[in-house]
Structure formats: structure tokens, C-alpha cells
């Protein structure tokens, strides 16, 4: 109960002062040294101060001095420090995948995927970066069709995918809806903030009927 609590605590971002849901929100903390850090999972001691979960605010903070401002003594933010967020946040959702497929609420396959999606129990359709475009095009046809159909993620090669599973040649995946699925989807909205979820190629696909 208090998890749930927590995650719809409202907090002010320091660039334009809109208050907003806090998994909307990057929360950073002063470190000993008086150097900005990230802290993803909120847990870092000290007084949090939060920026929007985007590229553009986390710049905008960095470059106007915000930080100091906002904690009230000078605080040194690096140049980099969206990169940063970006690094740590495709870290999260990486190894959330692991944690997923340990729950068993991963499932990895074209078949399974498939049955998942037809099914309505897929909450995420995760694919490859670099899989093939016609196993991705067939699964998204089902998607049309699906009871509830899942979104798309397509940030992660093959590679970086089976070493996050423990698996080999994963290209197709099914992140099943329930209470965690909904935590990476938290870490995922972050995430999109910073860079696409899809490559642009797969934009530029043409969509397919039944089973093209």
C-alpha cells in the first residue's frame, strides 16, 4: 500500500514549477562533493530535487543554475547530466526485463509472443532493434486485432536482450500486464523522454493486413 502511495506523490519541477506525479519526474539529490546526482529509484538520502523526465528540462536545469536555486546553496550540475539520466534509466529497463523473465511474466518466442498478444495478455511487445522486419510486421498485424493491444518497445539489439534474459538470438518478446509490468512502464515513459523507443526505419515500414 505504501509503494502505491508513493508512486502518486506529486512534486514540483524546478524549470517551469508545474507540479506533477512524481513518475513523471527525474529525482536528483547533492552528493558529498556538492555535485548533482541522479537518483532513479529514490531512495538516496537528502533533500530531493526533481526536474521533468525529459532531455530538454534536464538541460534547461543544468544550464540556468537551477539545481543551486532550488536546494539554496551552490551545487554543481555537469554538462552531461542528461546523458547520465539516459545511461541509468536504459540500465533500469534493461534489467528490468531480467527481473521480468525471473517472474515469469517475461516470455520470449514467436510463437509465445504471439499467443500472448492474440490473447490480450501482453502489456509490451518488446522486439530486437536489429530483428528481421517480417516476424516483427506478422506480430504487429495480431496486435491489430488483439483485445488489448500491447505497445511497442524496440530499444535493445538481440545482444543486449539475451544478456539481460540469460537467453540466446532473443528477438521476439512479451512482457505480460500486471502490477510489474506497470513499474517498468513507469521507467519506460521516463525513458522516452531521452531517446525514441522504436528506430526510425520502423517508421518508415508499411503497415500489413492479416498475416502479411
Known amino acids: 500500500m505504501s509503494t502505491h502511495a508513493q508512486a502518486h506523490r506529486e512534486r514540483r519541477d524546478i524549470v517551469t514549477g508545474e507540479v506533477m506525479d512524481e513518475d513523471r519526474l527525474i529525482r536528483f539529490v547533492p552528493g558529498p562533493d556538492g555535485v548533482v546526482v541522479p537518483d532513479l529509484a529514490r531512495k538516496l538520502p537528502g533533500r530531493g530535487i526533481w526536474v ?3 532531455r530538454a528540462s534536464v ?3 543544468v544550464k540556468k543554475n537551477a539545481f543551486s536555486r532550488s536546494a539554496k546553496t551552490k551545487l554543481s550540475a555537469p554538462a552531461d547530466l542528461a546523458d547520465q539520466v539516459e545511461a541509468l534509466l536504459t540500465r533500469r529497463v534493461l534489467d528490468g526485463l531480467g ?3 525471473r517472474a515469469g511474466v517475461l516470455i520470449s518466442g514467436f510463437e509465445k509472443t504471439a499467443a500472448a498478444i492474440t490473447s490480450g495478455r501482453a ?3 518488446v522486439e530486437a532493434a536489429d530483428g528481421a522486419e517480417d516476424g516483427r510486421r506478422k506480430l504487429l498485424a495480431l496486435t491489430r486485432k488483439a483485445p488489448q493491444p500491447p505497445e511497442l518497445f ?3 539489439t538481440s545482444e543486449q536482450l ?5 537467453l540466446e538470438n532473443v528477438i521476439h518478446t512479451a512482457f505480460l500486464a500486471g502490477r510489474v509490468a506497470e513499474r517498468w512502464t513507469a521507467d519506460v515513459r521516463r525513458l522516452s523522454g531521452f531517446r525514441p523507443l522504436l528506430p526510425a526505419s520502423w517508421r518508415e515500414e508499411p ?3 492479416d498475416g502479411a
Open 52 to 54: 521533468a523526465a525529459d
Open 154 to 156: 524496440g530499444v535493445f
Open 99 to 101: 527481473l521480468a523473465r
Open 123 to 125: 502489456r509490451w511487445l
Open 162 to 166: 539475451g544478456l539481460a534474459l540469460g
Open 59 to 61: 538541460d534547461q536545469a
Open 207 to 209: 503497415a500489413t493486413g
